[in-house]
């Protein structure tokens, strides 16, 4: 998968090498570049914002240097075949698992990250005229600008690429995951040693029984759910208890 992103704060982006990302790009498997957007800025302060029309607080981005800067990108000669441009923005649709795994089956990601009130309006009109481009939420509350948002997406979106987890069989289980018994959130984990502080491991996970091991964390990932979130429980596993 190709991924660019465009910003005013690159730094942000020396997290996507460590870890398990990391090792993805050095393999290949995500080819991740990061665009200064002052780079397409030409006076000489490198301006990218200026007041809003109208009037207001705050500062608005301008449309000029994400022109160049989008188009740019898009003309490159390995661009994808049909980039999806993400624009992270508290007023977007929300970010979940699923739009994970649908952005996942993209090949060409642009994420282009607004700082200060936002960017202008017309380059949201221009780029969706000319190809897909989508605002995206991680949640309901307010960042100072989209790339902690686009930091996370990129996470998200990456482990589930072919070949950037080891061992595929550790993304089933977990939360958010339907292919794993439903939207439960994941049961909780256990190691050695057998007791802690006088915490004991449940004694079933040491019982060897797998059968009994598998009911006990289905019932886990039920009653983790009911608590923590139950709006996520499918009718049938909330015991007639949903929304009381
Ligand atoms: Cl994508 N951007 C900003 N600035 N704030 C957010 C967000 C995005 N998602 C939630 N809050």
């Known amino acids: ?15 996507l090498e460590l870890s398990l990302l990391g090792k993805a790009r050095s393999r290949g498997l995500i080819d991740v570049r990061v665009h ?49 441009i993400i624009f992270p923005s508290p007023a977007g649709e929300v970010f979940d698992q699923r739009m994970a795994r649908e952005l996942a089956g993209e090949s060409h990601l642009v ?5 200060y009130e936002g960017i202008d309006q017309r380059v949201f009109d221009e780029y969706a005229d000319r190809g897909r481009v989508r605002l995206v939420s991680i949640g309901d509350y307010v ?15 990456g482990r589930l690429l072919p070949g950037v987890i080891g061992n ?9 995951e339907a292919s794993g018994g439903g939207a439960l959130l994941e049961y909780p984990s256990y190691t050695q040693p057998a007791e802690w502080r006088g915490r004991a491991v449940p004694p079933v996970l040491l019982s060897g029984n797998h059968g009994a091991v598998a009911k006990w964390r289905q019932e886990q990932r039920v009653e983790r ?8 429980l499918p009718p049938g596993l909330s015991g007639g208890r949903r929304g009381r």
């Open 36 to 84: 200064d957007l002052r780079d397409a800025a030409h006076d000489r302060h490198r301006t990218v914002d200026g007041k809003p029309a109208g009037g207001g607080a705050g500062m608005v981005m301008k449309p000029e240097p994400w022109g160049e800067m989008l188009d740019g990108i898009l003309a490159a000669q390995d661009a994808g075949p049909d980039p999806l």
């Open 1 to 15: 998968m190709r991924i660019d992103v465009v910003t005013i704060f690159p730094g942000y982006f020396d997290a």
């Open 168 to 176: 595929p069989e550790s993304l089933v289980e977990e939360s958010h």
């Open 143 to 157: 960042l100072n600008g989209g790339e902690v948002a686009t930091i996370a997406m990129i996470e998200a979106i």
């Open 111 to 115: 994420f282009g990250c607004g700082r």
């Open 225 to 232: 759910t009911l608590r923590m979130r139950p709006e996520l």
